[in-house]
């Protein structure tokens, strides 16, 4: 097990121009979180599926913002119209719900980081 | 909503010394759990110590170990015998063990601000 990864790790882009970061979860891990991060602060919540399903979504997820998880696997994160404030660090993390609704530790993956110019 | 308090920006400790982080949070519910997670410089977060709130004990981990303190809502994480690759930031965790409709507002974690960690030797 290689662990939660995402890509690109870097990314820099001008404003308005549309980004799309990739997550890949553990294996047989059926939850998948995305959480931003900006500079100096904690990871903020910003949206989670189980399995393809998409849960939740925080109110920090605009309308420029779309995640999917295509047959429960990876998921995207795609930022249409990026500005300014957009530049952070996003954060993929995955865990297993138990049966009776328990779930396991979320582990996270090294994150991608947004500038946006 | 839950909201997670880190008062402590920075901090230092000399190595094999011991040093306490704090973390203090607000919630209306009984039923949750508790986080340390640890992130490097330019790394990955991992989780340092897990602490479940039902559970009187505190929890320990090797050379780390947390004071949960419910009533006071204060849940702050003690490292002893300090190491180098102890530094890095340190994030106090909520998530609910809340079973809502949907599964909505279960598992996604509420984060502190983070508390950096330097390490002398």
């Known amino acids: 097990d290689t662990g939660v990864s995402q890509n690109p790790r870097h990314k820099i882009t001008k404003r308005g121009q549309n980004v799309t970061f990739r997550c890949d979860p553990i294996s047989e891990h059926n939850r998948l979180y995305w959480y931003r991060q900006t500079l100096g602060q904690g990871p903020e919540f910003l949206t989670y599926f189980q399995n393809e399903a998409q849960l939740e979504k925080s109110r920090l997820l605009s309308d420029r913002f779309s995640a999917e998880r295509p047959k429960g696997s990876f998921s995207t994160l795609e930022i249409q119209r990026t500005e300014q404030g957009d530049s952070a660090m996003y954060l993929c993390?995955?865990?297993?719900?138990?049966?009776?609704?328990?779930?396991?530790?979320?582990?996270f993956g090294p994150g991608t980081r947004l500038l946006v110019l | 909503a839950q909201t997670v308090t880190q008062s402590q920006p920075e901090m230092s400790v000399q190595e094999a010394e011991t040093v306490t982080l704090s973390c203090t949070y607000d919630t209306s519910e009984s039923d949750y759990y508790l986080f340390w997670y640890k992130q490097p410089p330019s790394r990955q977060m991992i989780l340092v110590i897990r602490q479940e709130a039902y559970k009187q004990q505190n929890a320990t981990e090797n050379r780390f170990s947390v004071n949960f303190q419910k009533a006071a809502k204060s849940f702050s994480l003690k490292i002893s015998d300090s190491q180098l690759g102890d530094a890095a930031m340190y994030f106090c965790?909520?998530?609910?063990?809340?079973?809502?409709?949907?599964?909505?507002?279960?598992?996604?974690?509420?984060f502190g601000q983070g508390t950096i960690l330097t390490v002398h030797p």
């Open positions: 965790a909520y998530r609910s063990r809340s079973l809502g409709a949907g599964g909505t507002s279960y598992g996604k974690l509420t």
């Open positions: 993390a995955s865990s297993y719900r138990l049966a009776g609704g328990g779930e396991e530790t979320q582990y």
